[in-house]
């Protein structure tokens, strides 16, 4: 591990930090209060020194400063695609906590979210950072780092080109989180789909019964029972989820 201070590792070093900060924008992992991204900025920071120490002394940089300029929007533009398709991954767990939430009637819950310091349902909290949890549970940020890495030897600095291709492989990811959101949630929508008719049907047959009493507890236990049963299937789906992030770094790095 050595550090050098010439032209060329000078400027990758602050190519290595631009990418490293747009892609740390776009993850979702992070709060946004002002103390997390004084903690950003201080992770960008050393990732940026240690990958600088430990690539190779390759690359040589032109002295232009039209020519620095767009370098360093080429980075940006890396780092926020790559932080993009971890934001969708945040994007699908926040959507299949909202859906469980509303077909279980906890939707009028609501609650502080510590990432972002909003009002957030408590069911849709839960789900996120249990996520997460996952995530972390099965390395999924050792995976990133090693992403992040990565792409500077298969996509150096200054080499990075916006395509046709890139759309559309970021476009049938999101087609496969929404597959993947029906699936994870498929239980939750056949209760309340059930529910409905159910209760529809008993209304007629009783007109005198208030079915709109009965409809609340009813879907929050049967709720609670489907969480508590398919949350090993969740974990698995969540998994699942990130291998389908770590397929499409593969293609997008070659």
């Known amino acids: 591990m050595e550090l050098s201070f010439t032209f ?15 892609f740390l924008v776009f993850f979702p992992f992070f709060p946004t209060k002002q103390s997390a991204k004084y903690a950003k900025i201080f992770l960008c920071f050393v990732l940026a020194v240690v990958i600088t120490a430990v690539m ?8 232009e400063i039209d020519s620095l300029f767009i370098l360093f929007v080429q980075e940006i533009a890396t780092g926020a695609m790559m932080g993009f398709v971890v934001f969708l991954l945040g994007g699908l767990l926040r959507m299949v906590g909202g859906m469980i939430s509303q077909l279980a009637g906890l939707e009028i819950v609501q609650t502080i979210d510590p ?10 909290n839960f789900i996120f950072y249990y996520g997460v949890f996952i995530l972390i549970l099965f390395d999924a940020h050792h995976y990133l780092l090693q992403i992040i890495v990565l792409s500077f030897e298969v996509i150096p600095p200054g080499s990075f080109h916006l395509s046709e291709e890139i759309f559309h492989l970021i476009h049938r990811e999101w087609i ?4 993947f959101t029906l699936i994870l949630v498929a239980p939750f929508l056949l209760m309340g789909f059930t529910i409905s008719i159910e209760l529809g049907i008993l209304s007629r ?3 005198q019964m208030n079915v709109f009493l009965m409809e609340y507890p009813i879907r929050l236990g049967i709720s609670i029972f489907l969480l508590a049963w398919f949350l ?7 998994a699942n989820v990130f291998n389908i992030v770590v397929d499409v770094y ?4 070659g």
């Open 8 to 22: 060329s590792s000078i400027i990758f070093f602050v190519c290595v930090l631009l990418r490293i900060s747009s």
């Open 56 to 63: 190779p002394r390759t690359y040589s940089f032109a002295k």
């Open 115 to 124: 990432g972002n310091f909003g009002p957030s349902s408590l069911m849709a």
């Open 176 to 179: 496969i989180f929404c597959r």
């Open 205 to 207: 047959l009783v007109p």
């Open 232 to 238: 090993p299937s969740l974990t698995l789906g969540f």
């Open 250 to 253: 593969t293609v997008l790095l």
